[in-house]
């Protein structure tokens, strides 16, 4: 369905349903027309503020009915008629009044100063035209109140009542709706390029919203760039896995994250500080001689585990059975060999032949007699020419054959 109605109110119906700050943009606009670096920058903010950014004390003022000119019911013409009872207005004498023909056109002519453009600002600021400036009071009088007139009007041939109007007040819905046309309105269709030979008043407004918007976009991709610039190494380059805890709430964090885990995680308790001390110490030696070192030390580990090993295996259960097993036979081989030791020599002239320490005296005289005094002759050597090898006599007969037995 086709909208209908004045530019204005199409525009302002239009605008409902965009973000606050575009609506701001919108009353901005038709206030003033051309925006300047602090709108731009109160409104880059307003955006912000809409996509949830915190700490923004800038607030919106969207476009409303009480900014836009309205315009009167179809068929109905609206003229001015009289502007009079000027109060706090420039220097415009008080008790003044200036007429209009409300029809055809009325020219108002006057020297430099005489207050024409004091009572164009009067219109421009009671009938909401574009760009209505600012009405200073008289600098000489010391007034401070804000500006007020009287305005009379018809509509449609008949005249109403006398309307005042106060320069501090909303706009009267009927003199909303008288255009006014003066020189920063023309500049839109004589200083800038138009693809049209004739755009109807308020048709520019579109045109400023797009290229706020342009603007707006270019300071918050430039405000990015330079944050993205100054983001800490730890986002850009994290040290930690995406598998660590660290590494999962880093790669979560987000306006609204609770930093309470990661803060808790950042607490290194005693036991991880001297860890760290060890690792900072390790890699602030020589590698290659820390390596080698290492590589030493595991050497060292392994022949301690294979040490371990062995003597592990030698008093495994089935060893200790097997030692146990050859002490007895040695203990029944002992108590053989002394019981025939003893058989053999018990008439012999000192007692403990055949024991351990006597067989220990025998061997040492067997390897003397076979290395050195009788070397290449058999133990004992008992013919004519030897002599006995533990006490250097001669031996005899008897003696001889004691020594076989012996042996």
């Not at 915190?54 to 009289?82: D, N």
């Not at 009379?152 to 255009?179: E, F, K, N, Q």
């Not at 006014?180 to 308020?202: K, L």
């Not at 076979?370 to 533990?390: I, K, M, Q, S």
Request: with cysteine.
């Amino acid at each position: 369905m086709a909208a209908t109605g004045s530019v204005f109110e199409i525009i302002l119906q239009w605008s409902r349903n965009k973000p606050d700050w575009q609506r701001d943009a919108l009353r901005r606009i038709v206030a003033k027309r051309t925006l300047d670096a602090d709108d731009h920058q109160e409104l880059a903010l307003l955006c912000k503020r809409g996509c949830g950014f915190p700490g923004i004390e800038v607030t919106p003022s969207p476009l409303g009915a009480e900014h836009v000119p309205s315009m009167a019911t179809a068929g109905e013409k609206v003229a001015l008629t009289s502007i009079r009872d000027v109060m706090g207005v420039n220097r415009l004498a008080p008790g003044q009044e200036l007429s209009f023909e409300p029809d055809g056109i009325t020219i108002v002519y006057g020297d430099n100063g005489v207050g024409k453009s004091g009572y164009a600002r009067i219109l421009k600021r009671a009938c909401r035209a574009r760009s209505p400036g600012e009405i200073l009071p008289n600098a000489f009088g010391g007034g401070a109140d804000a500006g007020s007139a009287t305005i009379g009007c018809v509509v449609s041939g008949d005249p109403i009542a006398p309307l005042a109007w106060t320069d501090a007040g909303s706009p009267h819905a009927i003199l909303s709706s008288v255009s006014v046309f003066d020189r920063e309105c023309g500049m839109v269709h004589v200083r800038e390029r138009n693809e049209v030979a004739f755009r109807p008043f308020g048709l520019d407004i579109p045109d400023e919203l797009a290229g706020v918007c342009q603007a707006i976009r270019t300071a918050l991709t430039a405000e990015q760039g330079a944050l993205e610039q100054a983001r800490d190494s730890a986002f850009t380059e994290p040290a930690f896995g995406s598998g660590t805890r660290v590494g999962r709430l880093l790669g979560a964090l987000a306006p609204g994250t609770d930093l309470g885990p990661l803060e808790k995680l950042s607490n290194l308790s005693a036991e991880e500080r001297a860890r760290l001390r060890r690792l900072e110490e390790d890699l602030a030696r020589d590698l290659v001689r820390a390596s080698g070192e290492q590589r030493e030390l595991a050497r060292a580990v392994r022949r301690l585990s294979e040490e371990l090993d062995r003597v592990f295996g030698a008093v495994s259960d089935a060893e200790l059975a097997q030692l146990a097993a050859l002490a007895g036979t040695a203990r029944s081989k002992r108590s053989a060999a002394s019981l025939a030791a003893e058989r053999a020599f018990g008439g012999s002239a000192l007692k403990g032949v055949g024991e351990a320490t006597w067989r220990a005296l025998w061997d040492a005289a067997r390897h003397y007699s076979e290395h050195v005094a009788y070397e290449g002759h058999d133990f004992p050597r008992t013919d004519a020419e030897a002599v006995c090898v533990l006490c250097h006599q001669p031996i005899s007969e008897g003696t001889g054959d004691l020594k076989l037995t012996f042996e």
